[in-house]
């Protein structure tokens, strides 16, 4: 196989600097870094001059898009959320299960597990699952079906982990439920433990981390917010630097000021998930399926018949675009939407960043931000 060199670009280097250089891409890697990379006529040689040059991103919480959802259960629902996504440069997703009923998370589990071993071709490679539920909180269940919460249950998480062949990467867990802790601390073992959809407070969340608990779902969304004398899951996150954080940048989800906090205090601790349905990528209205309930979308915001926010129909692309009209640095935004999500789930030394034997997982970007290639 010919090597892909590009050429006069400008890239985010390792350390997300803004830096300009060749690369070159050899059987599915990226072979060297540097200025003036030598190439010979045998190969394949693009210039990329006026073109920005960043990784591929990671979305380790995405339900659906494009009509199809990881509840589906079918290797042909994963296929075609691979498709859609690759087109908007995700390179690497983990399908994410709802709180429904066991049958329906076993053959989600299974049909991604066979997208895993078997990738499609030109689509988003299936790097893990993120199961988000069933041990979560009635309380603030958000979209999620409340007969099919349980409590905290860790003979049952070790079936689908299993079942799944070790590709769970991440588990949402209600800590404060009876058993919670102790679930944390066994979980952890195994695979990444997030705090999500939580009536935890400050100290209660604060324990939770005590006990192995690396991740928060959707930050904001589903749990106790942040106030002044009751700082609540938002703020044990905020105070704990051993804590990863998702945020939806959609700009319905989280004000945009709120966006601008929350990466001036999180830093490289920020990950961008979509948190999409499959209504993502089609057009609006009623009576689209999400975890068993039905969801209408109107003027891009997916919500349940009482109002309650039902996921999204963004992308990771179209969010770093939002962050960089809200003020965030384009550096920043992209890190937080590939390094940092691969981060949390273990894989940042094989993807996320443009460095020397990692994956080639590329998305080239015009003066605009919209995307002009995607290398995988």
Request: net charge negative; charged share 25%; with cysteine.
């Amino acid at each position: 196989m010919r090597a892909v060199f590009l050429i006069h670009a400008n890239y985010l280097d390792k350390d997300f600097r803004l830096v300009q250089g060749d690369l070159k891409l050899e059987d599915g890697k990226i072979k060297a870094v540097g200025e003036s990379l030598p190439y010979s006529q045998d190969d394949i040689a693009i210039d990329c001059e006026g073109y920005t040059i960043v990784p591929g991103f990671v979305d380790v919480h995405i339900h659906g898009c494009g009509g199809a959802d990881t509840c589906d259960g079918t290797r042909e629902a994963i296929d075609t959320m691979a498709h859609f996504l690759i087109k908007h440069g995700v390179t690497s997703f983990c399908p994410t299960t709802m709180t429904t009923d066991r049958d329906t998370i076993e053959k989600a589990l299974l049909a991604a597990k066979e997208c895993m071993d078997s990738p499609a071709e030109d689509g988003a490679r299936v790097v893990g699952v993120n199961m988000e539920g069933p041990f979560i909180s009635k309380e603030r269940k958000g979209a999620q079906l409340e007969e099919a919460v349980l409590p905290p249950d860790m003979e049952l998480f070790r079936h689908f982990y299993d079942l799944s062949g070790g590709m769970v990467k991440l588990i949402a867990l209600a800590p404060e439920q009876p058993g919670g802790y102790e679930f944390a601390k066994q979980a952890k073992e195994l695979c990444a433990v997030s705090i999500a959809h939580t009536t935890a407070n400050y100290d209660e969340a604060k324990k939770s981390f005590d006990c192995g608990i690396t991740h928060a779902t959707h930050l904001f969304n589903a749990m106790s917010g942040f106030a002044h004398r009751n700082p609540g899951t938002v703020g044990a996150v905020f105070d704990d630097q051993r804590v990863l954080a998702e945020l939806i940048c959609d700009g319905l989800h989280i004000h945009p000021a709120v966006l601008r906090t929350a990466f001036r205090v999180l830093g490289d601790r920020a990950l961008i998930v979509s948190d999409s349905m499959r209504a993502n990528g089609l057009p609006e209205g009623e009576a689209f399926d999400l975890g068993g309930q039905m969801v209408t979308v109107k003027n891009g915001k997916a919500t349940l018949a009482d109002g309650t926010i039902a996921g999204s129909v963004t992308n990771l692309h179209q969010e770093i675009k939002n962050l960089v009209s809200f003020g965030i640095p384009l550096e920043q935004a992209v890190k937080a939407a590939s390094l940092i999500p691969a981060k949390s789930i273990g894989m940042d030394s094989e993807i996320g960043s443009i460095e020397l034997g990692k994956r080639a997982d590329l998305v080239v970007l015009d003066e605009e931000l919209n995307i002009v290639g995607v290398y995988h």
